[in-house]
Structures are given as structure tokens and as C-alpha cells.
């Protein structure tokens, strides 16, 4: 529901929108789909009986976990479709669904940033960040720890006590997504956010937001961000759509196969930079083919791709290599190490992959040096292990980040191994993809971040047991 801020100036651009407790769900193919628009389209009648059409009738949607970018010229209608999609503005045809079920219910958990930061230059930047709680009623101390918790989350903690005049352009549209964000919205739409700022700033922004998205620090679980910034779409985005215009349609709807951080020199880089432009300036024609990945395949989901090899290793032969270099002052020659413990040097080198890829070991020619995390992992008791495991795999392992989130976005927190069995195998060979399956389900197991049901094949949440006090002191 969109609840607005009083005051004479306030247009639909400053509504800001009610948190409803939304269910989730989750699609065995897909992420679960948070927006769908079908068919919508946008057009004002005309005393001729013509209308003027500015935007065709069109499909589109946001599943959890992407951020979408919308690109098109001028005209073409990216900012009246975002309206659609949020509820501001109602489509002449068609219907936008909130969780299959119709937005015009006005339980569309959403939140907008603006180009124009638009703040209310009598109030302080924490009462700004806490206007819209106000407006639904919120106790004032509870909205005051909000509004505090969401300025240190931008990086504005000091300044709440300041009034916009007396902050940068930057800083003020921080404020914007603070006050945003404050609501804890589901998905997060964003209109030209950085096109006001200077080209330093503006960068700094973008990459501190794909920091917060990235470390899950925001409150949101899509992000939709419209652009007219070629390079800005593809820096961002996991999924870019370009629309024409006369009337605003999809041109072309793709996925970014390119691993966070992207490098704007890299060739994979400039080719869908190039792709992107060609399909803007070029509006009659056909689009062209979308570039190829570095492997010669069509770019495609991301999900599907660069996997890492999970090296055929236990927890506990990783937690018994850790304390071996740990005695040794953190660091031995992996070569001498395999003869000291008459090892096969083919037998150790998984598990010294394994703790490279956690975090606990770095590998540079032929010495093994056991960082930080790898030096508290060797010194501490098995639950905390288990702990510094759990957080280890799920940063650094894309396979148990994502049947973690799998598993929490489903109503039975229980997911069938068919749907990463097929992801797997478009990377790798039948029989390497069961061994993938087999060390994630070890390290899974291991670290409680789920069960596996064997005789129906699923992956199922782990209710971890919080351990007693004797347990610990033992």
C-alpha cells in the first residue's frame, strides 16, 4: 500500500510504500518471481478518437535476486513503465501481478529512488530518512533506531543532526536511498539515481550499492534500476533490457554472464557495451546477434555458468592440513609437505585446493602460507570450526550460496538436487558433476547448512542445535 507524505508539494514521485508480511515461493526452473507484468501497455486518448500509445503491449518480470537494468532513448517509456511495475500509474491495458495477485490490491512492497534526490530541505537527514515510518504510524523511538541503523548502513552516521543544504549532491542521494531502504522494501526501483551526480561520485555510489546488494546488508531482494548509462547497465546488472520507442517496446532482454568485479577493459565487457549500442541506434532494424562468451557460447544466465571445481576433499582431512601448518609457523612447501607425510603429492593437492578456494590458505609458487581465518579455523574447538566453515563456504562456494538461498526462498525449505544436477551439467561432465554434488552435500552436511535427503533426492534445511554450555566449556 502506498502511504503519502503530507505536504503541499508531495507528488507521486514521493510516495512511499507500506511493508506487507509477503509469502515467498520458489519454482524448481526459476527464482521466484516477486513482478510480473502481462501485457501492459500505456496510452491517452485523444478527442479524434486516436490515442497516443507510449508503451506497446508488453511482458516483464523481476525475480528475487537479479538486478535488472532498463535501457532505452529518450521517449521510450522507461520511467512510465517503472510506474506501471511499482503501482504508481495504472496501465490502459493489461495487469502488473505483486505475487501473482493483482498490484492494484496495494500491497506492493516497494521502495523508489528518484534522479531528483528529493528531500525536504526542513527537516534534518534523520527526519527525512524517518518521514516515511512516521507516515505509517511508527512509534518515534522505534523509527529513530531505524533511521539510525539505515544512515550507518549508507556510510552517514555523524551527519543525522544536518539539513540537505548543508550536504554534497553525493551525500544527498544517500539520504534518498536511506529513506528508501528504511522500509525494508522487496524490491528497490531506481530512476536515473546517479545521472545528477558528478562522474567520481557517481561511481563511488554505484560500487558501495553493488557492495551492500552483494553482502545482503540492504533490506531488498530485487533491484530495478533504470538507465540511460550503457556502461552503468552492464557494471550492474545481472539481466538488461532495451526498449525502442514509438511506442516503448522490449528489444532485447538478456543475462550478463560476467563475474562481479567487471572490468570495463575486459573484451566481454566492451562486446555487450557495443551489443547494447547498436541496438539503440540502430531502432528500425533487427537486433544483432547477442556477442559470445570467451568459450564461444551465446551469453546467457550466469547462474549456469563459472561454477567453480569443488576439489574431492573432507572438512576434516582441510581442518587436519590447517593445524599441520600451523605448526610450522603457517607456512610449508606443499611438494616437501606431501613427502613428509607420505602422501601422494595427486592425493594432497585437492585438499590443498579446498582450503584455498575457503579462504584458509594462500598457494604461491609451491608454498602454502595459512592466512588469518585459515590460523583461527587450526586453533579452535570443533563448533567453532564448524562455524568459521559454515561462514567460509557460504562466500566462497557460488554452489552452497546458492542451495542455501534455494532452500530459504521455499514455502517447504526443501529443494530437489534435479535443479542443480541440470545447472551443473551444462559445465561440466556427467560423472563431475556427481562428484560436485557429492563434496557439496559433504560440506553442506558438515557445516549445517542443510540436509540431504537421499531417498527423495532433495536438499533440506538443517535445524542447527545451539550448543549447551558444558558443551562449549568442553
Known sequence: MWTLLTNDTLSEEHAVPRFPNSLRSFHCSMPPVIIRAEQVEKYYAQPSENRIQVISPTDLSISEGEIVALLGPSGSGKSTLLRMLTGLSVPS???????????TNGDANVAIVFQSFALFPWLTVVENVEAPLKARGMDPAERRKRALKMLYTVGLDGFQAAYPKELSGGMRQRVGFARALVVEPEILFMDEPFSALDVLTAENLRSELLELWQNKTIPTRAIFIVTHNIEEAV?????????????GRVRTDFRVALMHPRDRKAAAFTQLVDYIYKVLTQPEAQPPALPLTPE????RDQRHMHYQMLPNARPGSIAGLLEILSDHKGKYDVYRLADDLAFEIDDLLPIVEAAQLLGFLIVNEGDAAITVAGADYADSEILRQKELFRTAAVENVLLLRQIVRAIEA?????????????????????????????TAINWGRYAELFDYDASRRRFIRVERREPEAAEIDA
Open 410 to 438: 521455499k514455502s517447504d525449505r526443501s529443494v530437489p538436487e534435479e535443479f542443480f544436477h541440470d545447472m551443473l551439467d551444462e559445465q561440466f561432465s556427467e560423472d563431475e558433476t556427481q562428484r560436485q554434488l557429492e
Open 296 to 299: 564461444g557460447k551465446p551469453v
Open 235 to 247: 557494471l550492474l546488472a545481472d539481466r538488461i533490457i532495451v526498449l525502442g520507442r514509438n511506442p
Open 93 to 103: 491495458a493489461g495487469r502488473v501481478f505483486w505475487h501473482d495477485r493483482p498490484i
